[in-house]
């Protein structure tokens, strides 16, 4: 998957809600585990996030890349129920835009 592949799947994915969560510090029951494709392009997983942290389709996972942070967008996401606070998803890497200084 190229770039170009990624930002055309962006412009027919679901619309983004706007939030962000951020899982590059986990904790007891706020955690994410998966594995990358694609050369981290996209990823896919198992959350785990109780009330009121449920994600929803478009939101942002916030990784934790060495010392920096990385951004996905959640494109598929199916509520497990056993344990209840358990999700699988799947997501593309969508980076934060830069904005550049004015002159």
């Not at 478009?58 to 344990?83: E, F």
Request: charged share 25%.
């Amino acid at each position: 998957m190229t770039p170009d592949d990624v930002r055309a799947a962006l412009a027919v994915a679901p619309k983004a809600t706007g939030r962000e969560h951020d899982y590059s510090r986990p904790t007891w029951g706020h955690n994410c585990v998966f594995d990358s494709r694609d050369g981290g392009l996209t990823i896919h997983g198992h959350l785990f996030a109780g009330a009121p942290r449920q994600p929803k389709l478009g939101d942002w996972l916030i990784l934790a890349n060495g010392s920096k942070t990385t951004r996905y967008r959640i494109t598929d996401l199916r509520w497990m129920g056993d344990p209840d606070d358990m999700w699988k998803f799947s997501a593309t890497f969508d980076p934060r835009m830069r904005t550049e200084p004015a002159e």
